[in-house]
């Protein structure tokens, strides 16, 4: 059995069409690296590469800007056997994912940051990007325009309004080996320098070898509640679908919102969110 599932944030979803065409892409495109005998890790890098470059999804080109009006990003990598890799607050590369697996296999480190973590991206070659759209500046400052302070109590409170997009997937492949990819712009109108939960090993990410995890969402309180760990170790006895469910409830009642998608080695998918909608897409096959 293989398989692959991947989201494309949860959230207010103002562009369903949008959503929908991007993430079955990057299931399809992930799910044929399955197909013709790729590993899970070639899989979900590949979906969430697409995801960064399509700028519907708030992840690559199309993040949402930081208070200041740039773009920082975080994005990270995790197998089932063990590796992890992550950049929080990455300026101007194209595919931060690329460059989280790149620490993964690379370094003896698990997470750069910021200035660093893009000079590491030009020692490797990777490719540079300015991934501000127009459209992420016009919501800034409408953002600015509501006369609300940008401390983040007030964002949170607004964050259930604007669109989502943090990316992520999670994938098994023929060696049972599972892999997770999450890539974000964070959220609108951060303060610079802020990291979130897609950075962050157990709580935007997480894989063991039963299952594994990406969340999406309002990164402080995934950070806090230890979503994608907590939620993959409940995979020991469960099915990812009852397991994410246990999750998302505890976030529910803590006013916590955010969304879930898992795979177990079996190849068994689940996905819940507390937030208005969510996107994803799957595909599992013998
Ligand atoms: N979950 C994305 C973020 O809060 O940065």
């Known amino acids: 059995m293989v398989g692959i599932i991947v989201h494309g944030g949860a959230g207010k979803i103002r562009n369903e069409e949008a959503h929908q065409k991007g993430t079955k892409l990057a299931a399809q495109e992930g799910y044929k690296v399955l197909k013709e005998g790729g590993n899970a890790l070639d899989a979900v890098i590949t979906a969430v590469k697409i995801m960064e470059d399509d700028p519907t ?22 197998l089932g056997s063990g590796g992890f890799g992550a950049v ?8 931060p994912v690329d460059i989280a697996r790149k620490v993964m296999e690379e ?12 000079r590491f991206a030009r020692l490797f070659d990777f490719e540079t ?36 997009g943090t990316v992520g997937a999670c994938a098994v492949d023929r060696n049972s080996e599972i ?46 509640l230890g979503v994608a760990w907590r939620t993959t170790e409940l995979m020991k006895k469960r099915k ?24 177990d080695k079996y190849g068994n998918v689940g996905f819940d969110y507390n937030t208005e909608s969510m996107s994803y897409a799957y595909i599992i096959k013998q």
């Open 107 to 118: 370094t003896d480190h698990i997470l750069l940051v910021g200035e660093e973590a893009g």
């Open 57 to 78: 999804f708030n992840a690559g080109i199309g993040s949402a800007l930081n208070l200041l009006g740039e773009v920082e990003m975080d994005a990270s990598v995790m």
């Open 129 to 164: 990007c300015n991934p501000i759209t127009p459209e992420m500046e016009k919501r800034l400052q409408v953002l600015k325009e509501k006369g609300e302070s940008m401390h983040l109590k007030k964002i949170r409170k607004l964050l259930p309004l604007y669109e989502p």
């Open 240 to 263: 990812p679908d009852e397991a994410i469910r246990q999750l998302i409830e505890e976030g529910r009642k803590q006013n916590t919102y955010f969304g879930v998608i898992g795979i």
């Open 179 to 224: 892999a997770v990819a999450t890539s974000t712009g964070g959220i609108l109108g951060k303060l610079p320098g802020r990291v979130g939960d897609s950075a962050i090993i157990g709580a935007g990410t997480f894989a063991s070898k039963w299952g594994g995890v990406s969340v999406t969402g309002y990164g402080e309180g995934i950070i806090k």
């Open 88 to 95: 929080g607050a990455i300026k101007n590369v194209r595919h």
